[in-house]
């Protein structure tokens, strides 16, 4: 196996330093729809968005339903997983789902993109259409902010990565990041669920109102 960039900087000892990742996740555990979920979540009243042609649920608290109670629940395991076991979050911080609703994209249609304001953790769960699903996530700031015509793209110099998945899976992620649906290119309409969540709780400390940045390693 040809040897990584990474690689080479372990053998020349020196140590490259990965600076405030940022966590994406694609959920392993699959979700099923019943048909009674599906069809419920799958007919419902659309309205078309100004750009890109993506339409979506007029019903913006669409996991309220009492049939999506089961979804629902496998929804917010995996995320106060994020939050608790990733994030590290204080689980006295209660996190909850606020809104959720359903985009629907005919052929040649995308969505484009954007983040979600006034959340904490997003997702994005496929429902139906093709077998290949893919989120494409952007770089919030540029950190060259010139082409220099790499030699190939690596995770310090793309502006852009994809994030794949499947369909009846999940992909979690902190609701600041930039992303967008590509265009589907199949006839089959592609369906997925995207959903926000904010906290009820205390946050902060008094310690916190005086005290300087703690580094991890402290």
Known sequence: ??????????????????????????????????????DFLTNHEELLHTTGG?????????????????FKKYIMKHVRDFAYNI??????????????????NDQYTTHVRHNHSNSLI???????????????????ENLLNWDFNYTENNIFNTD??????????????????????????????RISLSFNTWIRGNI???ESLVQSIKYINE
């Open 1 to 38: 196996m040809k040897p990584t960039f990474l690689d080479k900087q372990v053998e020349s000892k020196s140590r490259l330093n990965l600076l405030f990742s940022v966590p994406v996740i694609t959920v392993a555990e699959s979700y099923n729809l019943n048909d009674e979920e599906k």
């Open 122 to 140: 997003s997702g994005v769960f496929y429902i139906d259409g093709s077998n290949f699903f893919h989120t494409r996530f952007y770089r919030k």
């Open 54 to 70: 993506t339409s979506y649920t007029k019903d913006c608290y669409i996991l309220d339903h009492k049939t999506q109670y089961s």
């Open 87 to 104: 994030l590290k979050m204080n689980q006295n911080i209660e996190i909850y789902m606020t809104n959720s609703w359903v985009n629907y």
């Open 160 to 189: 852009e990565i994809n994030v794949e998945s499947e369909k009846n899976h999940m992909i979690l992620f902190p609701s600041t990041c930039y992303h967008a649906a590509p265009t589907n290119v199949n006839e089959e309409r």
């Open 204 to 206: 902060g400390s008094d």
